[in-house]
C-alpha cells in the first residue's frame, strides 16, 4: 500500500519569507499524481499544485513550487513570499494511476504559521 | 458554478444512533469520494461511487455505506455509531475518477457522537 509521510508537524514563517515543505512518499508504481492540498480553518480542502510523476518539470504555480525527485520519492512545497493568507495546514497526497482507483492517499500534515 | 455542497454543516448525534450525511457534487461531475479525518488517524478514504456503483472502498466496518443518485449526488450513513466516529467527514467530487487530476472537497460535516 501507499504510504505518505510528512515529518514536519508544524512550520513557522516570518512574512515575505520562503518556507519548505517536506514530504516523502512509498509505492513500487510508476505512474502517479501527488498533490499538495491546504486546509485553512474553514475545513475545505483546496488544491494548491499537482504534480504527474512522468513528467521532470518541477510543477509551479505563482508562488507555490514543488521539488519532485522521483527516485528519492521526495516531493516538497516550496511557498515564496509568504503572506499571511498562506497559513493553515497542508497535506501532501499521492494517487494512483495504475491501479483503477480514484483514492487520495494523505500525509498526517503540516501546520503552517506566518508571523506577521 | 456551485461548489461540492455537503449538509449538515455540523451535527451531533448519540452512541448507538444512526446518521446520514449528504453530499451534492459539482455540476457534471460523476465520481463522489469520502473522506474521515480525525485528529489521530489523519485523512482516511472511506468510499468512491461513479455512477451509482461503488468503485472503490476503503477498510472501514461495514457500519459505514454510502450510494449515489442518478443525479450523482451521493449519501453516507453510519449505523449503530460510536464514539470514535467523531470526526469530520468531507466529500470530494471529479469528473470521471480515474485520471482526473482534480478533487474538489466540500466543507465537510462534523460529527460528534456523544
Known amino acids: 500500500a501507499q504510504t505518505v509521510t510528512q515529518s514536519q508537524p508544524e512550520m513557522s514563517v516570518q512574512e515575505a519569507e520562503t518556507v519548505t515543505l517536506s514530504c516523502t512518499y512509498d509505492t513500487s508504481e510508476s505512474d502517479y499524481y501527488l498533490f499538495w492540498y491546504k486546509q485553512p480553518p474553514s475545513r475545505q480542502m483546496i488544491l494548491v499544485i499537482r504534480q504527474e510523476a512522468y513528467k521532470q518539470q518541477n510543477a509551479t504555480e505563482n508562488r507555490f513550487s514543488v521539488n519532485f525527485q522521483k527516485a528519492a520519492k521526495s516531493f516538497s512545497l516550496k511557498i515564496s513570499d509568504s503572506q499571511l493568507g498562506d497559513a493553515a495546514m497542508y497535506f501532501c497526497a499521492y494517487r494512483s494511476l495504475q491501479t483503477g482507483a480514484n483514492n487520495l492517499f494523505f500525509g498526517t500534515g503540516t501546520r503552517l504559521t506566518v508571523i506577521p | 458554478k456551485a461548489g461540492v455542497t455537503q449538509t449538515p454543516r455540523y451535527l451531533i448525534k448519540t452512541r448507538g444512533q444512526q446518521v446520514t450525511l449528504s453530499c451534492s457534487p459539482i455540476s457534471g461531475h460523476r465520481s463522489v469520494s469520502w473522506y474521515q479525518q480525525t485528529p489521530g488517524q489523519g485523512l482516511q478514504f472511506l468510499f468512491e461511487y461513479f455512477s451509482e456503483t461503488q468503485r472503490n472502498k476503503g477498510n472501514f466496518p461495514g457500519r459505514f455505506s454510502g450510494r449515489q443518485f442518478s443525479n450523482s449526488r451521493s449519501e453516507m450513513n453510519v449505523s449503530t455509531l460510536e464514539l470514535g466516529d467523531s470526526a469530520l467527514y468531507l466529500c470530494?467530487?471529479?469528473?470521471?475518477?480515474?485520471?482526473?487530476?482534480?478533487?474538489?472537497f466540500g466543507q465537510g460535516t462534523r460529527l460528534t457522537v456523544v
Open positions: 470530494a467530487s471529479s469528473l470521471a475518477g480515474v485520471g482526473d487530476t482534480e478533487a474538489f
